[in-house]
């Protein structure tokens, strides 16, 4: 049943991610351009209800759906850590024209090319999963 429900919630972000247009490939290339603030809006949304969201977990201690309490681990700041993982992320999504989330959605929607793009970020996870010992983090 829980598979089910997720399937559901999926198909929901499937179809609102393809009606905002967040996983069109022009409204992307046009974010990149600096020519429209459409998407930056999406992403500054999302930005301000993660912060909220978050904000009310702390606060009221909400618990997960399982009954458990939601415990957020402090992470190490590391400034150059997040720029280059913020330049190779954006140089694949504008490479790409599509990010992780908008990727199956693509594929939902018909557009099968994105398939190889999809092929390309399960590579490079694994091939990511070889090295992990070896980075540093």
């Given at each position: 049943m829980r598979s089910?429900?997720?399937l559901l919630i999926g198909v929901f972000f499937g179809i609102t991610m393809f009606k905002?247009?967040?996983?069109?490939?022009?409204?992307?290339?046009?974010?990149?351009?600096?020519d429209a603030f459409h998407m930056y809006g999406i992403i500054g949304t999302a930005v301000v209800l993660g912060v909220l969201i978050v904000w009310a977990i702390k606060r009221f201690r909400i618990k997960s759906v399982?009954?458990?309490s939601i415990i957020f681990q402090p992470k190490e700041k590391s400034v150059p850590r997040y720029l280059i993982g913020g330049f190779i992320f954006g140089l694949g999504w504008a490479l790409a024209g599509a990010c992780p989330g908008p990727m199956f959605t693509l594929v939902g929607a018909g557009f099968l090319p994105i398939l190889v793009v999809i092929a390309g970020s399960?590579?490079?996870?694994?091939?990511?999963?070889?090295?992990?010992?070896?980075?540093?983090h």
């Open positions: 089910f429900i997720y905002s247009e967040a996983a069109s490939w022009f409204r992307i290339y046009e974010m990149f351009k600096f399982y009954g458990e399960l590579l490079g996870t694994w091939f990511y999963g070889l090295l992990r010992d070896k980075l540093p």
